[in-house]
């Protein structure tokens, strides 16, 4: 009733993702009627879904920061954490890479200079303006913002995505440099058990949570992609095989936190699925039983999840209570693009596309 509606670059550039995706999934499947006729918005053709994306990038490059190095990005209200206040409009390390990733896409797909430029300049941003703490020999910690000097693990692996990536894009070792830094910051910060706590140093950050996990999961292992280190490998392989025995249940429905709370009246949070979905969808090729999760979390989503107007569960707490109002950014646009990036992984293995995961999107 009080608050206005907003933009969340995260949630536009999960989206702008997400069309990505879908443009790619039907570009290959060749020419196709439809366009205005078409009987539902997955039957529209590929270069509708590369607009849709074209659009929201847009969007994106307008809810930029001014003031800094590059194009950064953050959130349009002020979070209280429990390290003070993040004022609405500070730049930080979990937002910007989502955007990195949808214009270094956009010009992969397009050849169109605009989103290179755009990428470059983000990377610039996380380069310059992030600070690095130091916290052994050849390692640092990523700092969340331009202005903490926090240990958060999560932090400094979606940082050093963007600068490996950068790296290879743009040929630049001083990115791969501090990039390696904040990657041995990682492994050194994992336990014996294959898990991270979600920040170093600090008791009141001192928990291991299920999506946090997948975070630096999913970034060590796209940065590896470049880096090759049977390091890193060891590391993402021990951190997922730790994942899936310790934050499941016993009917491998995503756990929140690896220690439950005193009093925990969430019994499953849908943000975890959506990152569940996109993990094992990633992971498939690596781990026998990642493309299974991937596919049996999207299938408990749409047959027990989504409502009748297309849109998911946000979380169901105890008692069976389904909490239904559709955040866009926690965790529809999540929710949506882990379905499209399912569906990318059916077409690219020339598997049929599941019939449930259709309907869905």
Known sequence: MFVKKDRYPTADAQLGLAFLNLYEVKRGQGPADGGAKADSAYDRPAEYWLERAKEIAADVLTQSVPGYTGHCWGYPFDWQHVNGLMPKATPHITATPYCYELFARLYDLTGEDLYLQTAKSTAAFAFED???????????????????????????????????????????????TKAWKNVRFILQSQNDDGSW???????????????HTCFVLKNLYKLNRYLRSPEVRQAVQRGYEWYRRALFDKEQNPKSYAIAPRVEIVRLELYNVAEAISLGVLLRDDFSDAALLAETQAARLIHR??????????????????????????????LFLALTNFLVASSKQNNPVSEFARVSV
């Open 197 to 211: 706590l979600y920040a170093i140093d600090n008791p009141a950050e001192a928990f291991i949570d299920n999506f």
């Open 130 to 176: 992030l600070k690095d703490t130091q916290t052994r020999e050849g390692a640092a910690a990523s700092s969340y913002t331009p202005y903490d000097q926090t240990k958060v693990v999560n932090a400094s692996a979606y940082r050093a995505f963007i600068l490996v990536d950068a790296a290879e894009r743009f040929q630049n070792e001083a990115y791969r």
């Open 305 to 334: 999840h989504q409502v009748s107007d297309g849109h998911w569960v946000t979380r169901i707490y105890i008692g069976g209570i389904r909490h239904t109002l559709p955040y866009l950014r926690w965790p529809q646009s999540q």
